[in-house]
């Protein structure tokens, strides 16, 4: 590790442990807490990827995550940003986007080519001839991929978790650490984060006094203070990826994602610094000088052995101090100003001697060898805006800092509808208004003076504890000047007639692009963004935004203010698709005989959110096991759980007269112990559920809705009853009753038995008939239906008796040979008789008419919702029915549900229900067809898999036991 | 995510709500035009400004009206559906034509074999 400096610096450094990884093939050395960029630099590895267009190298520009320089494929993970990914023992890291080799990457030619490729370069030369397009997107992602996939990496397990504080302050610098503590003072729960590993910010590697003590001596009483109180919860390593309305924010760490409510938050996020935009500015060795800071104070690297540093605050200096006492060298500290004021690092660098040129700037960078590294710095005097003198000298040096400005980090402010606006004074966008529940401190609202942002921290942590209801003491007083202004340059931007001068580091975007484009006319910060690509790439615009609007607001003569900045939107950094993905909340819902069913090797199926046995048997048995189920019931008995319709009960003193409107037939005069059919059609006419009702007294109904579809009704009910207050009251019970269906012609027998007071002969209680009374000694409610057309009785009972009901049954039936049956049999079942299920028979243009259910509307009564449209549809013309249908030639391949039906070129309905019928012999289904093909006796055509029609005779319905002898035995 | 201020239950995050639409008038069913129950059934105002509109928190399958604003996207009031529903609706059927038939049964005795026990 030739450029590693001796202890103490490397404040996240632990040297005890040596960690060997790869890179590009080779195995080099880092200690425990680098990162994989500092750990490379540190052995003199300075190139860690090539650029997006013209395939140029790069190297770190602000070793804290902010630019897609250091985007490297660590194992079979691309995109990982090696300056905040520690080191892992074996780790495989390979540089991205070259071709042939990262130091011989045969495509950087292609920057040769810059000429002949202007911005919108694709977009112009592709789009003809259109044939070609698929050839010309083949080659261009493979010039242009960032990274690769693997699609046999090892699964991620991914989560999410919820927190919910009072405060939450973002960043945790020396604003947040003071809000963090203000805000705990004041009896809150504080949930601080900050996406680095350490907190403190800037403490940790900027100076702030001539001796660069004070920074320390802060951090070590903000530490002292936060971990004192218990009441502040510390998130380090963890990003704040997103504001989304009312403080509802996203957190990512590691796997996991975090959702957070805040009822205040505090944004304390700093600020970005910017680069100098000159010829060559993309060099490895040209870098922010807080990544010099980073890598000398944080990680123990010497960033260069002879550094120019270029200037326009008095940071720069604090950055060259901090190079001469790392043993750099300090060819040069170039000041942008005409007349810098002295201040302590001024006079501290003037004490070291440090040579300073003022007024010049960094004109080029003389590149090393294939443009490697820097060799040079050519200097020269301003002229004027953007402008030099002819000569330049040059100044040896492998490393070039650039001081020159400050943006703020403000992609929460504006994803929070905060406003900013352009300061003149300062040369920097700056925050005007912040939402409510919202505050701001530190250098992101602008305090650059360390002793302010403390001020403000304080401030900010008191104002977002008393809007989160902890008001506690005076308002802290802020004093200290911000020192925001002659922080930022209001024009570092030097356009060269070689170009490369890039604004945009991750679209290789130069200072003549953006003017192209803007002498195309693409005068609107956003459709420059969108022309160009500014600030579109991995890094967002955190460095090519401000230049773009300064170039703009150049070009137009607007001020910058008017021309604004683009939209900032989430996520603020890097998200994987697996937080996104990672588990999620999907319950499921059990019956209370679930473990009955899985005991007897059910199947499950998920109806709605329930499970529900499919059928009972192994998979390989699946279509003998239906079959058995199914003769089952037509022969002898079944069982099937169908706890999982909804129940609603409806009561009061219109019962009758609500259920007579949400309904479409009639159930004023339905007598007492008797169920009726119901379907619901909504505003439109079309049928979205249906059921039964049963009227245990004059004002008391229990109906049941479809599994899936209870929950909308019910919801249903409540909304129209809200408008027409009738005197009732709708309770959804679905999970209050466990039910049952016991059906066959030796249901009756298997019941008797079991049953008390109530009789369950043909002429006491006749179909259509509901009960009350007990069965194996459990309250319950008999209801004498029949959807699967046998003698059958639904029994109900309250859901705590589910398992028992179930037991007391299987035991019953056994002698009579009894089996459970499930889903799919039903459905057979079901298809037999000719029922319909709402959802799969219907789609959401179904109307009655269609589907052939007039008889179930009751036409003459004063109102049902939908009334109108059902009585406009009956008017109209039919354009489709709903028809039964048979295929009796055995060799024909079976239809399956949604192929279509076909005449001609012409679709003209779709099947929607199909099975082989045992008891029939026979194919049958249910399909929609054009009107006129629905009569009776007609032939439709079915297109089946492979493109066979397969002919199908249109049939009455139902298809089993027409005069529905077999239910009323 | 929003948050909803329930007139039942408090604060509460917006994906415990379903959102049913504007408040409007029903046409009566019987006296209005084809034209006035089409634009009923399938329009909506859907105006920029501070709306009226039905709200349910799921949970406890409870309704409100809330006043947004739908370009600031802020809830500026919610309240239970009684401050602006406070009378029972009666729906009446126009007076039939002259008939020399005798009057209508409402409520035919109806009881064919319907389809029962319906699971989707």
Redesign the interface.
């Known amino acids: 590790m030739p450029n590693r400096m001796p202890e103490p610096a490397g404040l996240l450094l632990d040297r005890s442990e040596t960690v060997e990884f790869s890179f590009e093939g080779r195995t080099y050395a880092g200690y425990k807490g680098d990162t994989v960029a500092s750990a490379l630099l540190a052995n003199g590895v300075g190139v860690l990827s090539r650029s997006f267009k013209y395939h140029r190298p790069r190297g770190p520009l602000t070793m804290c995550g902010q630019d897609s320089n250091t985007l490297v494929q660590i194992g079979h993970v691309p995109n990982r940003l090696a300056d905040q990914t520690t080191v892992a023992p074996g780790m495989t890291v390979r540089a991205q986007n070259y071709w042939g080799s990262l130091e011989n990457d045969r495509l950087a030619l292609l920057g040769l080519l810059h000429r002949f490729m202007p911005v919108g370069f694709y977009y112009k030369a592709f789009h003809k001839p259109r044939a070609l397009w698929p050839l010309w997107e083949k080659v261009i992602r493979r010039l242009t991929g960032l990274g690769t996939i693997a699609p046999d990496a090892p699964h991620g397990y991914f989560d999410k978790a919820y927190l919910f504080p009072d405060v939450l302050v973002v960043g945790g610098g020396p604003a947040g650490l003071a809000a963090a503590i203000q805000a705990a003072d004041a009896g809150g729960e504080v949930l601080l984060v900050d996406e680095n590993r350490a907190l403190g910010g800037a403490l940790n590697y900027a100076r702030f006094d001539a001796d660069g003590a004070l920074a320390d001596q802060r951090k070590a009483m903000l530490l002292r203070e936060l971990q004192a109180r218990p009441n502040i919860q510390v998130m380090s390593d963890t990003l704040c990826n997103g504001w ?3 403080n ?1 924010l996203a957190l990512v760490r590691g796997n996991r994602l975090y959702k957070v ?1 805040a009822r205040a938050l505090v944004l304390a996020t700093g600020s970005y610094e910017q680069p100098l935009i000159f010829h060559n500015n993309d060099l490895p060795g040209v870098m922010l000088g807080s990544a010099v800071q980073r890598l000398i104070k944080l990680y123990g690297v010497r960033p260069g052995s002879r550094a120019v540093v270029a200037t326009a605050n008095s940071d720069g200096y604090g950055v060259a101090l901090d190079l001469a006492q790392a043993g750099v060298e300090v060819a040069c500290i170039v000041d942008l100003r005409a007349d810098p004021p002295a201040d302590e690092l001024t006079a501290a660098a003037a004490r070291r001697h440090l040579p300073v040129l003022v007024g010049a700037t960094v004109w080029e960078a003389e590149p090393e060898g294939r443009n490697m590294g820097v060799r040079a710095a050519r200097i020269a005097r301003i002229t004027g805006e953007g402008t030099c003198a002819a000569s330049a000298d040059s100044f040896a040096c492998d490393l070039i800092a650039m001081s020159v400005g400050y943006t703020p980090a403000a992609p929460l402010v504006y994803q929070a509808r905060g406003r900013v606006r352009y300061d003149e004074e300062s040369a920097m966008f700056a925050l005007a208004e912040l939402p409510a529940h919202i505050f701001a401190a530190g250098s992101l609202s602008g305090a650059f003076n360390l002793d302010a942002a403390l001020e403000e921290g304080y401030r900010a942590g008191w104002q977002a504890a008393g809007d989160a209801g902890f008001g506690f003491g005076p308002e802290p007083a802020c004093v200290n000047p911000k020192d925001a202004v002659g922080r930022t340059h209001p024009w570092p931007i030097f356009r060269h007639p070689k170009g490369k001068d890039f604004v945009d580091f991750d679209e290789d975007l130069q200072v003549h692009d953006l003017e192209n484009a803007l002498t195309e006319g693409y005068e609107h910060i956003e459709l420059l963004k969108r022309f160009t690509t500014n600030g579109m790439g991995p890094s967002q615009g955190r460095h090519a935004s401000v230049p773009a609007v300064r170039l703009v607001s150049k070009a137009t003569g607007a001020a910058m203010d008017e021309t604004g900045n683009t939209t900032s939107r989430p996520p603020v950094g890097q998200v994987k698709i697996g937080h996104l993905a990672g588990r999620a909340f999907e319950p499921v819902r059990y019956t209370a005989m679930h473990f009955r069913h899985l005991e007897l090797g059910a199947k499950m199926m998920p ?1 709605g959110l329930w499970l529900r046995p499919e059928y009972y048997g192994a998979a390989p048995t699946r279509s003998e096991a239906i079959r058995a189920e199914v003769k089952s019931v037509r022969e002898n008995v079944g069982l099937i759980d ?1 706890s ?2 909804g129940g609603l009960e409806v009561r009061g003193p219109d019962a009758a007269e609500f259920m ?2 949400m309904y479409t ?5 339905q007598p007492v112990a008797r ?3 119901v379907m619901m059609v909504d ?2 006419g079309v049928i979205v559920d ?3 009702a049963c009227r245990w007294h004059d004002d008391h109904f229990y109906v ?6 209870a ?1 909308a009704v ?2 249903t009910m ?2 129209y009853n ?5 005197n009732v009251d709708v309770t ?1 019970v679905t999970a209050a009753y466990a039910a049952v ?1 016991i059906a066959g012609p030796q249901s009756r027998a298997v019941l008797e038995p079991l049953c008390e007071g109530v009789d369950l002969s043909k002429e006491a209680f006749p179909y ?1 008939g509901v009960r009350e009374g007990h069965v194996a000694g459990i309250p319950a409610l008999f ?1 004498r ?4 057309g046998e003698l059958g009785y ?1 029994v109900h009972v309250p859901a705590s008796y589910g398992e028992a009901l179930w037991d007391a049954l299987m035991a019953a039936g056994q002698s009579h040979g009894m089996r459970p049956f499930g ?1 799919e049999a ?1 459905r057979l079942l ?1 298809l037999e ?8 028979d219907t789609d959401g243009l179904t109307t009655p008419h269609e589907a052939d259910m007039a ?2 509307i ?1 036409g ?4 049902y919702v939908g ?3 059902v009585s ?1 549809q009956a008017e109209g013309r039919l354009t489709r029915k709903l028809v039964g249908f048979e295929i009796t030639d055995r060799a024909a391949p079976q239809p399956k549900e949604c192929h279509l039906v076909i005449r001609g070129d012409e679709i003209t309905g779709r099947v929607t229900s199909v099975a082989f019928s045992e008891a029939l012999e026979k194919v049958i289904g249910l399909a929609y067809v054009a009107s006129d093909q629905a009569d009776e006796g007609s032939t439709i055509e079915i297109k089946v898999d492979g493109g066979e029609r397969v002919p199908a005779a249109v049939v009455k319905l139902p298809f089993y036991d027409p005069d ?1 002898a077999r239910q009323e035995m | 995510m929003k948050i909803i201020n329930c007139p039942l239950n408090g604060p509460r995050n917006a994906q415990e709500f379903v959102h049913g639409g504007e408040v409007v008038a029903h046409p009566d069913p019987h006296r209005c035009s084809d034209a006035e129950w089409a634009d009923f059934v399938f329009m909506e105002e859907n105006r920029a400004g501070v709306v009226r509109e039905w709200w349910c928190h799921v949970a406890t399958a409870y309704w409100f009206i809330a006043e947004r604003d739908t370009v600031k996207d802020e809830f500026l009031r919610t309240y239970d559906p009684s401050e602006l529903f406070r009378d029972r609706v009666e729906f009446t059927r126009p007076d039939p034509p002259p008939d020399p038939d005798p009057p209508l049964d409402p409520d035919p005795p109806l009881d064919p074999d319907p389809p029962l026990d319906k699971e989707a």
């Open positions: 989304y309305a009312d509802w409510r109806a169908v999982t319709l007579n409107r037939f009639a159930y004023l005069k169920a009726r059919y505003i439109g249906d059921g039964i049941t809705a479809t599994t899936s579809g929950d019910y919801r409540l909304w809200a408008q027409w207050r009738l959804n269906n259509m209801l239906v029949g959807f699967v639904e889903v039903q079901r008789k000719g029922h319909i299920i709402v959802s799969q008889w179930a009751a003459k009564k004063p109102f009334m109108r449209s406009l529905g």
